[in-house]
């Protein structure tokens, strides 16, 4: 047995003393946080804003990013909800 | 396991290929510079990127690998279509790919020099090529082997010896090898960048529809969902008995195969701190931000928010993906439960499931997928020796319209390399190939540590960015050797991992150690000019707002 190996038993048995629901929080709280971070995001960092040359028009509301993110991390949410 | 076809499936595989190459060939048109070979002329649509992402990330292997992997492990397999794509996908949407964007940057190591300096350019851009060489190759190589092994080819093979001799070649392969490379190479390099991202585009529907199909057959020969549920509710329960038969004290929950989060004590190599720490916290953000061949494709869109858009997209799609994949893997656990090899779930489900017609294009969404992955890492090895080798250090002055030329032939003479790696790749031991792709794996963990310091941190120096990318990587190989039966044998020690293929782990440390090395030896080395220090993201995306 090498320090490395000593090392590694260490690390793995500490790792083994958090608990699995612990655990789980965490895979779900990843999504939920991203999730609100996305949702406070500024308009203009979600539509397209006056990026598009010579199209002086509203926004529609399906040009907003926030809707997109929201449905692939709310799905995430839901999965690790009742797979992890 | 050969999968029988009729005319009709060879006929919808052959109206595929012509299709792809149609598209392929027809965008060629209007291609007059290396700008328009390599971003595709910054005009290429949010959909179509987010769906070349999405087709480029799942290669014909990994529909049988995940599914594999599903079969012997369970779901968390899925984890990294899920929490090892979705999260960093969205982050990368709004944080790293409008700053690259802004940054007019053709490639990643391009990056590198404007922040550090033309050392660190050199050693990732050679880093990068030699992994998608290679990976060309191995993906060629791979594919064909299990294309050859569902499709019987034996009438071509005994022509091919008949007329080429080499009767000790195993030619099922080669003429897949050879068939796919050629029709790859023809598309990629006549049309660009755009002809990769608009076939992929195709491939990502074609694969989507194959694996969807089996998912439903399947379910509905099982029973519906809710017999499906009983099934796998019977056999975590017989899972639970057998284990507790032989420990009776054990009281591990077994039900892997609808698990995500798996303990740490489990023999899977999906176990929780290697998929949190080394791949949603590493390996994850090196791909989706680092990857040349992923990157490469956003800043072919037509302006900033198309960019941000075709992440977002890419992590709508990628959400379905598993679904896709590991259920029908399931449906194979309780069909076949009794498989030797978890990688035969999807052929069987295949020959078992699909009446004629639908054995074609399922076998056509296989090729779609494989094809998705060459074709991508084609492009974007020819734009790295393009653009950071040829444009950076021998012809500086070039014209856009030699550079499309060495774009071109550097996708053909990447093409014919391919063949001859998979040929050689093919004389080798089984399982060698696997060996490849995990040691060219090792350098994506310090790679991640070069960019975020670059990034993020203004005394991150050049020097520091190089020692600690060098650095990373001799740590992965170190682990990775010292995992090795020969040498901890040799040593008197024990494998310093107790998970088979620990690949997750090896990017943990060696991110750690570059990161350590990045930040030592940029503290006492002198830091970087201010005109260096524009590139860093809090400067960038000031100046970007400004505008």
């Not at chain 1, 991203?34 to 308009?43: D, E, G």
């Not at chain 2, 949190?276 to 800043?299: C, D, E, K, M, T």
């Not at chain 2, 021998?394 to 003479?413: C, H």
């Not at chain 2, 997750?504 to 002198?526: D, E, G, H, Q, R």
């Amino acid at each position: 047995m090498t320090p490395l190996h000593h090392f590694g038993n260490f690390v793995r048995e500490s790792v083994e003393l958090i608990p699995l629901s612990w655990v789980r929080i965490v895979f779900v709280a990843i999504p939920v946080l991203i999730l609100i971070w996305v949702l406070m995001l500024p308009k203009s960092e979600t539509t397209p804003g006056d990026e598009i040359p010579g199209e002086d028009r509203p926004v529609r509301w399906d040009e907003n990013l926030k809707i997109g993110a929201s449905l692939a991390l709310g799905f995430q949410i839901i999965i690790y909800t009742i797979f992890a | 396991m050969k999968v029988s076809l009729s005319t009709i499936d060879y006929l919808i595989i052959a109206i595929y290929l012509v299709t792809t190459m149609g598209i392929g060939l027809f965008l060629s048109g209007g291609m007059k510079s290396g700008k328009d070979f390599f971003l595709g002329g910054r005009r290429l649509p949010w959909w179509a990127i987010g769906m070349s992402l999405v087709a480029t990330d799942i290669g014909g292997t990994d529909i049988i690998g995940v599914g594999g992997a599903t079969y012997q492990y369970g779901i968390a397999s899925a984890n990294f279509e899920w929490i090892g794509c979705v999260p960093i996908m969205i982050v990368a949407a709004f944080v790293f790919i409008p700053f690259f964007y802004r940054t007019g940057i053709y490639t990643i190591p391009e990056y590198m020099e404007k922040r550090f300096n033309v050392s660190v350019r050199t050693v990732l851009a050679c880093c990068w090529l030699a992994f998608m060489a290679c990976n060309i190759g191995i993906m060629l190589f791979a594919s064909a082997k299990m294309v050859s092994g569902m499709i019987d080819l034996s009438s071509l093979s005994h022509y091919c010896i008949s007329t080429f001799g080499h009767a000790d070649w195993n030619w099922d392969t080669m003429i897949c090898i050879w068939v796919t490379a050629i029709l790859v190479g023809i598309y990629t390099s006549v049309g660009g960048l755009a002809a990769v991202v608009y076939t992929d585009a195709i491939q990502c529907t074609v694969m989507i529809a194959g694996c969807l199909m089996i998912l439903v057959i399947g379910i509905y020969q099982i029973g519906g969902i809710q017999q499906f549920k009983k099934e796998l509710d019977l056999i975590a329960v017989k899972n639970q008995t057998d284990v507790q038969k032989e420990d009776p004290s054990s009281n591990e929950v077994t039900d892997q195969n609808r698990s995500l989060v798996v303990p740490v004590s489990s023999n899977s190599p999906f176990v929780w701190p290697g998929i949190l720490f080394g791949l949603a916290f590493i390996l994850s953000p090196a791909y989706w931000i680092g990857n040349q061949a992923i990157v490469q494709r956003s800043l072919g869109a037509k302006n900033e928010f198309q960019a941000k858009a075709s992440y977002i997209w890419g992590a709508v799609l990628k959400s379905v993906i598993p679904i896709i994949v590991t259920i029908p893997a399931l449906i194979a656990v309780i069909k076949f439960p009794n498989l030797e090899d978890g990688d035969q779930a999807f052929p069987h489900l295949v020959s078992e499931l699909l009446p004629v017609g639908l054995r074609g294009l399922f076998l056509a969404a296989f090729i779609a997928a494989l094809m998705s992955s060459i074709d991508s890492y084609l492009n974007s090895a020819a734009t790295i020796v393009t653009n950071d080798l040829y444009s950076r250090f021998i012809n500086p002055d070039a014209s856009d319209k030699r550079l499309l030329f060495i774009g071109r032939t550097m996708t053909i003479l990447l093409v014919i390399w391919g063949i001859f790696f998979a040929h050689y790749i093919s004389t080798l031991q089984s399982g060698i190939y696997a060996i490849f792709q995990t040691l060219m794996a090792f350098f994506q963990g310090p790679a991640l540590a070069v960019l975020m310091t670059g990034l993020f941190w203004k005394r991150a120096t050049g020097i520091g960015a190089f020692a600690g990318f060098l650095s990373g990587i001799c740590c992965s190989v170190s682990l990775y050797a010292l995992n090795q039966p020969a040498v901890y044998k040799m040593l008197g020690t024990e494998p310093l991992f107790q998970i088979p293929d620990p690949f997750l782990y090896f990017s943990i440390w060696a991110f750690l150690v570059a990161m350590s090395v990045i930040i030592i030896v940029s503290f006492f080395t002198t830091p970087e000019p201010q005109e260096k220090l524009q590139y860093l993201y809090s400067r960038r995306f000031q100046q970007g707002e400004n505008k």
